[in-house]
């Protein structure tokens, strides 16, 4: 039975740090992509990052490029998202989810939304203006 749990949360000043993990069980998330998505009140849930099969390639939703860094840590089962200067607008419950299709590689960012399931509980990130 796949499930993901994400943890980190909490609220954060802008300017500071905080680092989002998500781990796997019940399969190796090894072979698998891996989105962190954000679901703001009263707005939908969007895609943030994925990281691939191929650990060093990763996409980025626009407004996040350079302030937030996905990871993965195979050892461990787990991926991170390690967010630098958030904004408040970036408020909201973060979940973590798989794209189920083993070694993608090629980038998903566009259609995260239909690819990627199996969605954990959340972890609420506040960053107060």
């Known amino acids: 039975h796949w499930q993901l749990a994400e943890s980190g949360g909490g609220s954060v000043q802008p300017g500071g740090s905080l680092r989002l993990s998500c781990a796997a069980s019940?399969?190796?998330?090894?072979?698998?992509?891996i989105a962190w998505f954000r679901q703001a009140p009263g707005n939908e849930r969007e895609v943030v990052a994925c990281i691939y099969y191929v650990a060093y390639n990763a996409d980025y939703t626009d407004s996040v490029k350079g302030r937030i860094t996905i990871s993965r840590d195979n050892t461990k089962n787990t991926v991170f998202l390690q967010m630098n200067n958030p904004k408040p607008e970036e408020t909201g419950v973060y979940y973590c989810?798989?794209?189920?299709?083993?070694?993608?590689?090629?980038?998903?960012?566009?259609?995260?939304?239909?690819?990627?399931?199996?969605w954990g509980q959340g972890t609420q990130v506040t960053v107060p203006s």
């Open positions: 019940g399969f190796s998330l090894e072979i698998y992509a």
């Open positions: 989810a798989v794209d189920r299709r083993p070694f993608q590689y090629i980038s998903t960012l566009q259609s995260a939304n239909e690819l990627y399931d199996t």
